[in-house]
């Protein structure tokens, strides 16, 4: 280690290494005259050639990518009951799309008691009715308790000091288990500078419900930090891949009858809306005979097409519904409407085939849990 920049052995050719002894390397004093820059500087101990790396503060710039398993360790350690040690990436759009989700869509897809409608503050009654419905985790009502008693979630430990060594300006040699401490010791400052951005993060946004009861509180918290929630098939997420929030409901077990009045029992699926488009789709790989393909996030075939709709209460109502709708009930089995007719005219012709849905009248699967036929006909 030289003035915070790394060395490491790097092994030439004995002729190279003798050539090289013979030189003096040029001191900073020579290259600021010269105009030179010498890249990479190559060092010489012990008959051992070293070359230059990376400089220690990229290192420790960059600690939590280059060891992560190491990091990960850590931010577990310094973030105990919570799940992330950053921002969750749901919330950039604030909380006011998922309390809308929350308060007003919710209610009109999951049954809500009377006296939760009755209630002076619905919002807070509602939340903390919903608590006690997911079950949420006691370490989130710990959570509430601790914020109220205590001025932070984490006590922050006094930090190690810095290895001397690593800001000294003379060339010295560095072990490997110095280097593994230097970069442990980077690391949990990383994790508690992000644990102490997290909490007061958190903090500020729960303020505004410091009159709700505890258990609404530990609901909020729940979905601050984990970004999702779902009661009787009515739930949200967020999507990694684009950070949109999805809002979907529950389909259940349903059953098609095609022209000739056979049965096909489709299983349970998600459809969705998200805040980037209006338009429903089904989350899981699906097939159907108004979707396109056998894939997921297909968009379901409404027979119009739903615009003009933005991302509140009525309109994700209202898509969430077409959608359900057209998988329940859009099949006319007379017509054959749709991308794919379910029973087919040739195997051939078929791109989708629903041969593995088809279920006798008597199934007792269907007959057990009383799944309808959506689309019957007389």
Request: glycine letters at 6%.
């Amino acid at each position: 280690m030289d003035q915070g920049r790394m060395y490491l052995p790097c092994p030439l050719d004995p002729q190279i290494v003798e050539e090289l002894q013979g030189f003096e390397p040029l001191s900073a004093e020579a290259e600021g005259l010269s105009g030179l820059e010498v890249k990479p500087r190559i060092l010489l101990r012990e008959g051992t050639a070293y070359v230059e790396t990376v400089s220690w503060q990229d290192v420790v710039r960059h600690a939590s990518e280059l060891f992560p398993h190491m990091a990960q360790k850590r931010r577990k350690t310094w973030f105990r009951d919570l799940s992330s040690a950053q921002r969750p990436r749901l919330l950039r759009f604030g909380l006011k799309p998922v309390e809308m989700v929350l308060f007003e869509v919710l209610p009109r897809f999951v049954r809500v008691p009377l006296k939760i409608k009755a209630a002076q503050n619905r919002r807070a009654a509602l939340a903390a009715w919903l608590a006690d419905k997911v079950r949420v985790p006691t370490r989130y009502v710990r959570g509430v308790e601790e914020m109220e008693a205590s001025p932070r979630f984490v006590e922050a430990p006094e930090m190690p000091a810095a290895d001397r060594v690593f800001q000294s300006k003379g060339v010295q040699r560095v072990t490997r288990r110095d280097l593994l401490e230097a970069v442990e010791t980077a690391l949990i400052g990383k994790a508690r500078e992000a644990v102490l951005a997290e909490e007061s993060w958190i903090r500020e946004t729960l303020d505004g419900f410091a009159s709700w009861p505890k258990l609404g509180r530990a609901l909020m918290l729940y979905v601050l930090t984990r970004g999702a929630l779902e009661v009787n098939g009515f739930g949200f997420f967020h999507r990694p891949f684009d950070g949109a929030l999805v809002v979907y409901k529950r389909t259940g077990r349903y059953a098609l009858m095609d022209y000739y009045q056979r049965l096909y029992l489709f299983p349970d699926c998600r459809v969705a809306v998200s805040s980037v488009d209006l338009w429903p789709v089904v989350v899981e790989k699906y097939k159907h005979p108004l979707l396109a393909r056998y894939q997921p996030w297909q968009r379901i075939c409404l027979g119009h097409a739903p615009r003009g709709r933005t991302f509140n209460a009525r309109d994700i109502f209202r898509s969430i519904e077409d959608g359900l709708n057209a998988l329940y009930h859009g099949y006319d089995a007379r017509k054959r409407n749709g991308y794919h007719s379910l029973e087919g005219l040739s195997a051939i012709e078929r791109e989708i085939n629903f041969d593995d849905l088809r279920v006798s009248a008597q199934d007792a699967r269907r007959l057990s849990e009383n799944i309808p036929v959506t689309n019957a006909w007389t």
